[in-house]
């Protein structure tokens, strides 16, 4: 008898440990801090939205159009999903803010977003997300940058014995920027949207024309500020080198870009 409740003992110790609670899911936001006091919930529409793991990282991407009729600066929450459609937690938060790129985004106006996490951070393995406006605040009317001009063209490397055919390396893109309206912009930058053959989209990141670091593949026809009615032209070289793996293995599709003014 003493046996046995010692054996029924040792079960409800083993039961009572194993039934203890989990550590409760923070519903506040990872990097809720970065979105304003002021901030306000909008219904906007994003789409192009892409999510893959590569390299032990959870990756997502996508555009961000701004509906609301106001000029905006836009941040994002991502709720991550694995493949059943279960929601997961990101380092103990239920989901994450994700800034978009540009400072303000004008009415009609685009703006891209690109974020990656370990999967370590994660209580599953992620597969997808569910993506809405976390917040956005008002900005004032400012220049509207647009590109009048795109080229792409395909850069090979030299044939190589044993090679059926000479290896696409890079992209070198042209084109240009025009300032249409009666405003200097004094800082502009390009958001720089890579898509694959398949039409997805597999890379977003921005590109300072004033960075030293970004010349060898980057360069304007003029430095300084765009003036009022300035056209612009620019070239941009694209290596495949450092992309996502998808993109070297199924190759850039288009190169879309946004230029923005940059705003404090």
């Known amino acids: 008898m003493i046996h046995f409740r010692l054996i029924f003992f040792l079960f409800l110790l083993f039961h009572f440990q194993n039934c203890k609670e989990k ?56 709720m991550p999903i694995d493949a059943k459609g279960k929601p997961l937690s990101i380092s103990k938060h239920s989901s994450v803010i994700v800034a978009t790129f540009s400072d303000a985004v004008p009415p009609n106006g685009r703006t891209s977003f690109y974020a990656t996490w370990p999967l370590t951070e994660f209580s599953g393995k992620p597969a997808s997300c569910n993506i809405k406006v976390a917040g956005a605040i008002p900005k004032d009317p400012g220049p509207i940058l647009a590109m009048s001009v795109v080229n792409g063209l395909k850069m090979f490397a030299p044939s190589v014995a044993g090679e059926a055919a000479p290896k696409e390396r890079a992209w070198q893109v042209s084109g240009t920027i025009s300032n249409p309206l009666d405003m200097v912009a004094t800082s502009p930058r390009l958001e720089i949207l890579l898509f694959g053959t398949d039409n997805k989209l597999w890379m977003s990141t921005v590109l300072n024309p004033d960075d030293p670091a970004i010349q060898p593949i980057f360069s304007f026809h003029r430095q300084g500020p765009m003036q009022a009615k300035e056209e612009r032209g620019f070239s941009l070289q694209v290596y495949y080198a450092g992309l996502p793996q998808v993109l070297k293995d199924i190759k850039i599709g288009r190169v879309e870009i946004l230029p923005f003014e940059a705003r404090k």
């Open 23 to 78: 550590a409760p899911v923070n519903i506040r936001p990872l990097n809720a801090e970065i979105v304003p006091d002021n901030a306000q919930p909008l219904e906007l529409n994003i789409n192009n939205i892409n999510c893959w793991v590569e390299k032990e990282h959870f990756i997502v991407t996508g555009i961000c159009s701004n509906t609301s009729g106001k000029w905006q600066k836009i941040w994002l929450e991502a």
